[in-house]
């Protein structure tokens, strides 16, 4: 199960993220393209098989508005297709 997460830079700036951490050592990483509908639980839902063997996998937002933590629902209808 992942997380949510804020990296901070030096001047204490942070940019709201998920990170899905496998169990044992990360065979690798990836970094989760996202939509323009911020982290949410179909982006969350891409990042999880990743890490179910061994993947690192980090979604970031990438759009930077007035507050942090925002993401727009979107109806769930089909279980996300993951590329691998």
Same mark, same amino acid.
């Given at each position: 199960m992942g997380k949510d997460i804020t990296p901070r830079a030096? !001047?204490?700036?942070?940019?709201d993220? $998920? *990170?899905? @951490? =496998?169990m044992g050592a990360p065979v690798g990483g990836l970094v989760v393209c996202r !939509? %323009?509908?911020? %982290?949410?639980?179909p982006i969350r839902d891409v990042c999880e098989p990743?890490? @179910? =063997?061994? $993947?690192l996998?980090?979604?970031r937002r990438c759009l930077i508005? =007035?507050?942090t933590g925002w993401s727009l629902a979107i109806r *769930?209808?089909?279980s996300p297709r993951v590329a691998m």
């Open positions: 030096g !001047d204490g700036w942070g940019l993220g $998920y *990170r899905a @951490e =496998p !939509d %323009i509908f911020g %982290i949410n639980h990743f890490a @179910e =063997p061994g $993947y996998a980090v979604a508005g =007035p507050k *769930r209808t089909t």
